[in-house]
C-alpha cells in the first residue's frame, strides 16, 4: 500500500507543470505574453471590470520565475501579480491600463520551445503601423482625382476643332481656378521578418535574424521617407510578431503600391554566402488565385491596388478568376521587373547567392494587387556575412540598394494618382526615342508602329511580358 501512494504521488508530480519563463512582446495594437512551461497544462482565461484586469489560472502549476522582470512598457499591462489558487495551481493577475480583447492558445514543443501557453492581448481600433493612412480616405481622394482628370480631358476635347459636339450650343461654364495635383506619395510598405518569439535564424556568433532585419528595414525605411514622392509604412517596428497574412493584410490596407520583405538566409554549413530577391512563383499565383476566389471575404474586396476601382462583387464565378488571374500577371511581372533592378543594386555591394530572381510560393508575398518582394540579404548561418550583417555601414549599403532598384521602376512607371506621375506629365515630354502608352496601345501594335522588334521593344524597356498601362514610357530603340 504504501509504495500505491508512492506511486501515485509521483504520478501526480509528474502532471504538475512549471512556469519556466514569462516572456513579453509589446506591438502597436497588440501585446503578446507567452508561458514557457515544464509540460502539457489546462488553462482558464477570463477578463475582470472596476478596475480592468486579466486573470489567467494554470491547474497544478507552480512558477519558478520572477514576472517582476517583464517589460511592461508600451503594454497595456501596467502590473502583474501572481498567487496559488484555493485548491491549488497558479493565478497570474494582469493589471490593465486600457480596453482589451484576450485570446489563449498553447503550443506544444518544436525544435527551439518546449510547451507554451500563448495570450494575446489585442486592442481593439488600434492600428499596427505608426501613423495609418485611412484606405477610405485614399480611396476618395484617388477617385476625386481620376474624376477630375476625366473632366479636364472631356473639356479639352470638346475644345479642339471638328471634335464632335452636341448640337445645341452649350450653356456657358464657369471657369474655375485649377486646383493642385494632390501628389500622393508612392507607399511601400517594408516587412522585417520574424520577430518576437520567433527569432528566425540564428548566426554562429549568436546574432539573430530578426535583429538584423528589423535594423534593415527602418534604415530603408528612412531612404524612403526621404526621397520626395515616397512614403514608408513598416509592418512591424518593434520586437514582435506578426502572422505572414497579416502583414500582407496591413500593406493592402495601407493601400501600398510595393512590398517588400526582408530576411537573412540560413544553411546547415558556414559556406553559402550572397543576397537572393524571390518573387512569387506561377504556381504559387495561381494557387492564391484558387485560395481567393474560395475565401467569401475576398471574392467581395477590392483589387487593383490604389485605384480601388475593380470589385469582384457583382462578377460571376468565371470572371472572377480571370480577372484575379490578369491581376496576379500584371502584379507577378512587376514584381519581376522590380526584382531585377534591385538585384542589379544589391550586386553592386554584396556578393549574389543567385544571379537571378529566384520565384517561389512564399505566403507572404500572396498578395494578388500589390507587387512584392522577399529579400534575403545575406547567409547569418555564414560568419562573414554574419559580421557585415550586424555593421550599419553594410545594412545602410543594403538599404540604399534595395531603394535605388524600387525607386528606378518607380520613377520610370509611376502610378497614374502619384507625385511622380504629375512630374512626368508637367515637366518632361517624351522624347524622340520614347513613346506614352495610350489606351488602346498594345505592346505589339506599338512594336509594329515603329518598326521594331517586340523582344527588343521589351528587352530594353526590362519589360517581363507584354502588360503596359496607359501613361507609361517606353524606350523605343533605334531600328
Known sequence: MPGLVALLAGISSAHAATVESMRLW??????????????????????????????????????????????????????????????????????LNRSIEPRHFVLPPNDKYGHRLVVDLEYPGESAVENPIDPIEAMIRDQEMLAQRNNAQAQAQAQVPGSEASPAAPAPVEVQPAQPHPQRDIIIAIDAGHGGEDPGAIGPGGTREKD???????????????????????????????????????????????????????FNSPR????????????????????????????????GGVDGSLSLRDKDQVLRGVLLDLTMTATLNDSLSIGGQVLDQLGQINRLHKSRVEQAGFMVLKSPDIPSLLIETG???????????????????????IFSGIRSHFERNPPPASRLAWQRDHQRQPTGN???????????????????????????????????????VLRIPSS
Open 26 to 95: 509589446a506591438a502597436p495594437d497588440h501585446a503578446r505574453l507567452v508561458f514557457d512551461l515544464s509540460g502539457a497544462v489546462n488553462a482558464n482565461v477570463f477578463s475582470l471590470a472596476n478596475p480592468d484586469r486579466l486573470v489567467i489560472d494554470l491547474d497544478e502549476s507552480r512558477l519558478d520565475t520572477d514576472a517582476s522582470t517583464l517589460p511592461l512598457e508600451g503594454s497595456a499591462i501596467e502590473a502583474v501579480r501572481t498567487g496559488t489558487r484555493d485548491g491549488g495551481g497558479l493565478r497570474v493577475v494582469l493589471e
Open 212 to 266: 538584423v532585419v528589423l535594423d534593415i528595414a527602418r534604415k530603408l525605411a528612412s531612404d524612403v521617407n526621404g526621397t520626395p514622392g515616397f512614403k514608408a509604412v513598416l509592418t512591424r517596428d518593434g520586437d514582435y510578431y506578426l502572422g505572414l497574412r497579416q502583414r500582407t493584410q496591413l500593406a493592402r490596407e495601407q493601400k501600398a503600391d510595393f512590398f517588400v520583405s526582408i530576411h537573412a538566409d540560413a
Open 272 to 303: 553559402p554566402e550572397g543576397s537572393s530577391v524571390f518573387a512569387l512563383s506561377q504556381r504559387g499565383a495561381t494557387s492564391e488565385t484558387a485560395q481567393w476566389l474560395a475565401d467569401s471575404e475576398n471574392r467581395s474586396d477590392l483589387i
Open 379 to 401: 547567409f547569418i548561418s555564414n560568419p562573414g556575412e554574419e559580421r557585415r550583417l550586424r555593421d550599419p555601414v553594410h545594412q545602410q549599403g543594403l538599404a540604399r540598394a
Open 434 to 472: 520614347e513613346y506614352r502608352i495610350q489606351s488602346g496601345d498594345t505592346l505589339s501594335s506599338i512594336a509594329v508602329r515603329h518598326g521594331v522588334p517586340v523582344g527588343q521593344l521589351r528587352q530594353v524597356n526590362d519589360l517581363n511580358g507584354d502588360v503596359i498601362r496607359v501613361g507609361q
